[in-house]
């Protein structure tokens, strides 16, 4: 009898690193997908991109409306609210065995919460990790203790998710989702890319997603400031921008980025360009800028360095391409500077990502497929031994 395994997916960013783990769950005969669809998916603002699912071959069971028109806090405290709500429908009639989620989001705390109440197993992908600058860090702690199974990333977080009192055999390190997607995707060449995106690439080119700074909302907006003035010298330079995620503060950055736009031929600007198209911009451009958790997690694999401005990546782990800096303007471009210098691109080019190495879905699968599902739901606080770190099985 196959098991049920019902994947909640809300961004394009965690749609394309989920993507290794549904095709191996639909391509399993003692498994059954179920796909559970919301938040960014489901905005015409964000692209509709539900339908780069479909158009990848899966199907989705339920599309589950959440995002309302205002990103402000009580709008997205309202979103979670109604997420709870739709979820709990949504689990109660899909009946699913395990409910499978990744990260740190807003609707993903919710989808959590709910299938702990309707007593379904619950595993988590990318526990353990930190990011200070935003509030995701506490939903992502929060998502882990309502956790029955827990994929990391790298070792440093298997350790921290056991000091939250995990039990250690239900942690598993099986490196990141950046990195097995990366190794599973046919990067474009410069053409390919150029016709995909519509538009053509410069001598040098750099690619820049900025996300809210959600734990200090109010600053986000400043910090955009700080970070366009220091692209405004860069007229010889191709910039090429993503939307920010839909957190609190992120329509206000949009409108920012579309203005700076206006009658500067260097810059363009993509509501979502999709993992593989994302991937090779990596890949094709000079370097990554802002403060995405993809200048961390995944540039390094494709050798790229990555600017990460201010404090909403602070905490994880990073390779020595990526350049810290502060959102003041000044430190932005001398950073700049330094990433497309030939002797940072040559560093970069070196480095070695601390997520680990490609297999990371086919893992997940594996222990999906052959975990014992009835002694999942009691959990047991798993206090550390006295005078030691108690971490290690």
Do not use: W
Not at 136 to 143: K, Q, S
Not at 151 to 174: D, K, N, S, W
Not at 184 to 191: E, F, G, T, W, Y
Not at 193 to 222: D, K, Q, W, Y
């Amino acid at each position: 009898m196959s098991r049920s395994i019902c994947v909640i997916t809300g961004t394009r960013a965690e749609y394309g690193l989920l993507r290794g783990v549904l095709e191996g769950v639909q391509a399993d005969p003692l498994l059954e997908l179920q796909i559970v669809a919301t938040g960014m998916h489901l905005s015409p603002e964000f692209g509709l991109t539900y339908r780069e699912i479909e158009a990848d071959g899966f199907r989705i069971d339920r599309k589950v409306e959440i995002l309302l028109s205002s990103d402000t806090p009580v709008g997205v405290g309202t979103s979670i609210g109604l997420a709870v709500i739709g979820f709990t429908a949504a689990i109660n009639e899909l009946k699913p065995d395990v409910v499978l989620v990744l990260g740190d989001r807003f609707e993903i705390l919710a989808a959590a919460a709910a299938a702990l109440v309707a007593g379904v197993p619950v595993a988590h992908v990318h526990g353990g990790e930190i990011t200070e600058g935003a509030v995701d860090d506490a939903m992502r702690h929060a998502i882990t203790k309502m956790a029955h199974l827990h994929f990391v990333a790298a070792e440093p977080y298997r350790r921290r998710v056991i000091q939250m009192g995990e039990q250690p055999e239900r942690v598993y390190c099986v490196g990141g989702l950046g990195v097995d997607a990366i190794a599973r995707v046919a990067l474009m060449d410069r053409p390919e890319l150029e016709g995909a995106i519509g538009h053509g690439l410069m001598h040098r080119n750099l690619l820049i997603t900025f996300h809210p700074e959600t734990v200090n909302h109010s600053s986000s907006a400043a910090q955009m400031k700080e970070l366009l003035a220091a692209l405004d010298a860069l007229t010889d330079i191709g910039l090429i921008f993503t939307f920010p995620n839909a957190d609190a503060g992120g329509r206000e950055l949009i409108m920012m980025i579309q203005e700076f736009a206006k009658d500067r031929p260097n810059v363009h600007v993509h509501t979502s360009l999709g993992l593989r198209r994302y991937l090779s911009c990596i890949a094709l451009c000079d370097g990554v800028v802002g403060n995405s958790s993809s200048g961390l997690l995944e540039a390094p694999s494709l050798r790229r360095g990555a600017v990460n401005i201010g404090d909403r990546q602070k905490g994880r782990l990073q390779a020595e391409s990526v350049i810290n800096c502060r959102p003041a303007r000044a430190e932005i471009s001398a950073a700049i500077r330094k990433l497309l210098s030939p002797e940072f691109s040559r560093q970069a080019q070196m480095v070695r990502n601390p997520y680990g190495e490609a297999g990371a879905s086919a893992r997940i699968v594996e222990v999906l497929k052959q975990v014992e599902l009835r002694s999942l739901s009691r959990k047991i606080f798993h206090d550390l031994a006295a005078g030691g770190s108690g971490v290690t099985p």
